[in-house]
């Protein structure tokens, strides 16, 4: 008689491990704090280049308003944005355009100012709103415009050398900008005399033709 076999459990063959499969690692409290200020030390890299572009952006920008004398350029640039955007309801954006500065000098800055902004009283004139008054008030009107814009340009060119350090009482940079705007302001009154037939007087105000 055949004797039966006894059978034993197999153990279980274990899987090959899986070469496709990545093992994450176990982050820590250490791994995660090392990783902050992995980040924290980048971030401040990058707020320390920043700075120093800027402050060489800064320094660039003294130099040449202090050698160059740019300031002029810089109140030419201003005063003409300014005055570009009071007349763009009348004649349109950027009418006078985008023109290049003059000779650095008071004289030929506030020269080209003046017959660059002035050069649109007839256009300003022919629009459909001025038809119909006097040509007094027209002129008024347009030089007061166009005074205002130059005005505007002024005080921004002003804040900015300030914010420099190049202004101050005896500053060659604040006599040259002070020049210009009185030459330019001047020249406003006279372009308004030549339309009224009078004589100039110094920033003229409106006559006063209420009933006394």
């Known amino acids: 008689m055949a004797t039966p076999s006894i059978g034993f459990p197999r153990s279980a063959t274990p899987a090959a491990p899986d070469s496709t499969r990545t093992v994450q690692p176990v982050k820590t409290a250490e791994s995660t704090e090392e990783a902050k200020t992995s980040a924290s030390i980048s971030t401040s890299a990058s707020t320390r280049r920043a700075e120093?572009?800027?402050?060489?952006?800064q320094a660039s920008m003294d130099v040449s308003i202090k050698s160059a004398n740019t300031s002029l350029a810089l109140l030419y640039r201003t005063a003409i944005d300014r005055i570009n955007t009071l007349l763009e309801p009348e004649l349109g954006p950027n009418a006078i355009g985008d023109t290049a500065a003059p000779v650095q000098t008071p004289e030929a800055t506030a020269g080209r100012i003046l017959s660059l902004s002035t050069a649109f009283y007839d256009a300003y004139a022919a629009q459909s709103q001025n038809?119909?008054?006097?040509?007094?008030?027209?002129?008024?009107?347009?030089?007061?415009?166009?005074?205002?814009?130059?005005?505007?340009?002024?005080?921004?060119?002003?804040?900015?050398?300030?914010?420099?350090?190049?202004?101050?009482?005896?500053?060659?940079?604040?006599?040259?900008?002070?020049?210009?705007?009185?030459?330019?302001?001047?020249?406003?009154d006279d372009f308004l005399a030549s339309k009224l037939g009078t004589k100039a007087t110094a920033n003229e105000a409106p006559k006063d033709t209420s009933a006394a």
């Open 52 to 57: 120093q572009n800027s402050q060489i952006l």
């Open 131 to 188: 038809k119909d008054k006097d040509a007094e008030t027209v002129a008024r009107n347009f030089v007061d415009l166009i005074r205002g814009g130059f005005e505007q340009g002024f005080g921004e060119a002003k804040d900015i050398l300030t914010g420099l350090g190049v202004m101050g009482k005896d500053s060659p940079i604040e006599q040259g900008i002070s020049k210009t705007y009185a030459l330019v302001m001047q020249g406003f």
